[in-house]
């Protein structure tokens, strides 16, 4: 049986044991995304419409992106209190399932969840922005945002690597940290005269489809997944897990 089919049966098993996990999954994302698809889409109308507000449209999409990877389950919501994915490794060891089945089922929560928080964040703020509309035909706004979810894996290879291999509450001081650094990033890029958001709009304007960021984001988004997956796989060996 192949890694992928043995890390799907996981998956599916995960969601059939407890329907309601799927039920309040879905719910969490559609209130999650909902709120911080609105409040982008609001934002990005004030940049494009009036010209203002384009420090906080680099902070949302820097913020928010990395987000769009997360399941929002009970096992996300309590990691830091309860520690579970370290109790998910030790279980999984106990069975026991390879490291690399456990790394594919991880990849296959990211495709999902990119796939369905995605479509939500980046509809809304399609739907709620007129000057958005306006600005990008929905082919343009298609590579606008499959730029950003390439940014969105860049760092969600970067998460993988510390979910699983650090307690619950290092992850969370890595991840305030991450924050913290990205919005200190954008700040000196909008110092600097730039703005990523009308710069990754201006690129999905004028190549479309075509768009090298587009292309250069996503290559970069999968290079990322699969070289920390691969290095999380080599220090899982040795993690303990008491």
Not at 4 to 33: E, N, P, Y
Not at 139 to 154: D, E, H, Q, R, S
Request: proline share 2%; charged share 15%.
């Amino acid at each position: 049986m192949t890694t992928i089919k043995q890390a799907w049966i996981i998956v599916r098993s995960d969601f059939r044991g407890d329907r309601l996990k799927l039920v309040w999954a879905f719910l969490g994302a559609v209130v999650l995304m909902g709120y911080m698809g609105m409040m982008t889409g609001m934002v990005t109308d004030d940049v494009l419409g009036e010209g203002e507000a384009k420090v906080l449209a680099d902070f949302m999409l820097v913020t928010v992106i990395p987000m769009l990877g997360f399941t929002f389950s009970r096992r996300k919501m309590k990691y830091v209190m309860d520690d579970s994915y370290t109790r998910m490794l030790a279980y999984m060891r106990s069975l026991p399932v390879p490291s690399a089945v456990i790394l594919c089922k991880r990849k296959l929560h990211t495709v999902l969840s990119f796939s369905l928080n995605g479509v939500l964040f980046f509809g809304l703020i399609y739907t709620l922005s007129s000057d958005m509309r306006h600005e990008l035909p929905l082919p343009a706004y298609l590579t606008f945002a499959l730029t950003w979810v390439g940014y969105g894996l860049i760092v969600t290879g970067m998460f993988i690597f510390i979910e699983l291999l650090t307690s619950g509450k290092a992850y969370c001081g890595w991840m305030f940290l991450f924050m913290l650094l990205s919005i200190i990033a954008a700040l000196l890029i909008s110092l600097a005269g730039g703005n990523l958001f009308l710069y990754t709009l201006s690129c999905s304007k004028e190549w479309g489809l075509l768009s090298p960021l587009m292309w250069g984001s996503l290559l970069l988004g999968t290079a990322s997944v699969q070289l920390f997956s691969a290095w999380t796989i080599q220090r899982l060996k040795s993690r303990d897990l008491v």
